[in-house]
């Protein structure tokens, strides 16, 4: 399946999960993620839908970014959300592959500002 021209994906995660993967250099996922058997994440264009279906009301979390090309072949393309094909990572995911890891604050309706993170100029 060819990838998207976007070189990046991303991963939406409580920071608290987050920061144990990174004391211990390994992110085995979410609840939801281990119940599924793979790591979910989105493109740029599918974030907003995913923060507002998955992660709306939900604090503490943090947008980090990867490489396409550094995840090699558990990178999977694969029909989920209306059909749409998203990346699904098989297998634990090595947290120094990841590009940048920035906070997403809550907009007054409760769903996470992934634009706002997105166009951080401080990465």
Not at 57 to 75: P, V
Not at 80 to 91: A, C, D, I, K, Q
């Amino acid at each position: 399946m060819p990838k998207p021209n976007s070189a990046l994906i991303y991963k939406i995660a409580d920071s608290a999960s987050w920061n144990e993967a990174l004391a211990n250099g390994t992110y085995f996922g979410s609840p939801d993620d281990v119940r599924d058997g793979f790591i979910h994440f989105s493109t740029a264009t599918q974030l907003a839908g995913t923060a507002r279906k998955h992660f709306a009301g939900q604090s503490g979390l943090l947008l980090i970014a990867f490489d396409l090309d550094t995840l090699g072949e558990a990178l999977k393309w694969e029909p989920s959300r209306g059909g749409e094909l998203f990346p699904h990572f098989y297998g634990p995911l090595q947290v120094n592959k990841a590009v940048w890891a920035r906070e997403l604050l809550l907009a007054h309706d409760g769903v996470p500002q992934v634009a706002t993170a997105l166009a951080d100029p401080g990465a």
